[in-house]
């Protein structure tokens, strides 16, 4: 619902009449978020693979001047140190 203004760009006090601060200075609705965004659920993250390839990682990549060759050997020797070590 749009708020009438007066000539001074402020809420006019009939738009104002009945409505909490809260009311009035909450959110709106956002119809084009799809109903459940991802990543919002624990335990559901892409995987390493689906994260080197999305492009604005690349571009950080590129930016940063970082093999994606080399950061895989990286991931790789973490991960294999990884299996070794026992947690208590």
């Given at each position: 619902m749009p708020m009438s203004r007066s000539g001074n760009g402020s809420p006019?006090?009939?738009a104002r009449a009945g409505k909490s601060p809260a009311d009035r200075f909450s959110a709106p609705e956002v119809s084009w978020l799809p109903p459940a965004a991802p990543f919002t659920t624990a335990g559901v993250e892409p995987s390493f693979n689906e994260i080197l390839r999305d492009p604005i990682i690349q571009?950080?990549?590129n930016r940063d001047h970082v093999d994606e060759t080399e950061l895989r050997k990286f991931a790789r020797a973490?991960?294999?140190n990884r299996r070794r070590v026992r947690v208590a």
């Amino acid at each position: 619902m749009p708020m009438s203004r007066s000539g001074n760009g402020s809420p006019t006090s009939s738009a104002r009449a009945g409505k909490s601060p809260a009311d009035r200075f909450s959110a709106p609705e956002v119809s084009w978020l799809p109903p459940a965004a991802p990543f919002t659920t624990a335990g559901v993250e892409p995987s390493f693979n689906e994260i080197l390839r999305d492009p604005i990682i690349q571009l950080l990549m590129n930016r940063d001047h970082v093999d994606e060759t080399e950061l895989r050997k990286f991931a790789r020797a973490i991960r294999g140190n990884r299996r070794r070590v026992r947690v208590a």
